[in-house]
């Protein structure tokens, strides 16, 4: 199998992502491997983090697939890939990062909104579309995407909560997308608050805690 299907499978296996956003590489860091300990494999390091590669080279020995976030151009894709980024996310897609991902055979996962905003995706060689933000739409949105594009994958980030986490994935959603719940947490009660709570999302959405 090749490496982007290595990387969609268990990102798909996992059924969530945590999306992490630290304040300091070392927070980012901490949290990572926090829900790495909870069971989450699939983590997204995002490039709003301050020297966000130190991050990278921390966690390029743990057992999960290593991804970048908030990509939002080429360049960074690039960057990203090359410090070990095995999937590439951003808020928004963008054609540029998706030939460059396909380029290298990274999985590129674009946020969009509309069913336009999809197919354009979908057309550039994007398995998985980034619903974002999610907190905009009911979990209902999925089958009416998937009526007209049975083959889209959505996973639904922004607004996901162990509230509403359950609810997305029998929408059919394949994964969903996790971050402030994970930061609060750790800034609130520290690591070992992350672990417990990655463990209840991954409970949750019947992910595979290996």
Do not use: H
């Not at 956003?21 to 301050?50: C, D, L, M, N, Q």
């Amino acid at each position: 199998m090749f490496p982007k299907y290595e990387s969609i499978k268990e990102a798909v296996n996992e059924r969530v992502v945590a999306v992490v956003r630290g304040s300091s590489f070392e927070e980012a860091i901490a949290i990572s491997k926090a829900a790495i300990a909870g069971g989450i494999r699939a983590i997204e390091v995002t490039y709003t983090t301050p020297q966000v590669r130190k991050v990278f080279e921390a966690l390029l020995d743990e057992n999960a697939v290593i991804g970048a976030g908030t990509v939002l151009d080429s360049e960074t894709a690039r960057d990203a890939i090359l410090n070990g980024a095995q999937f590439v996310v951003s808020p928004n897609f963008d054609e540029k990062i998706a030939t460059l991902c396909n380029r290298y055979s990274v999985p590129y996962f674009p946020g969009c909104m509309t069913i336009a905003e999809m197919v354009r995706a979908v057309e550039s060689g994007c398995d998985i579309i980034k619903l974002f933000p999610a907190n905009q739409f009911e979990p209902s949105f999925i089958g009416s995407v998937n009526g007209p594009l049975p083959n889209v994958r959505v996973m639904p980030t922004g607004g996901i909560s162990l509230k509403n986490a359950s609810e997305w994935i029998d929408a059919g959603a394949v994964a969903v997308g996790i971050g402030s719940d994970l930061t609060k947490a750790y800034r609130n009660d520290g690591v070992s608050a992350v672990m417990e709570l990655a463990k209840k999302y991954v409970e949750l959405t019947g992910g595979d805690p290996k």
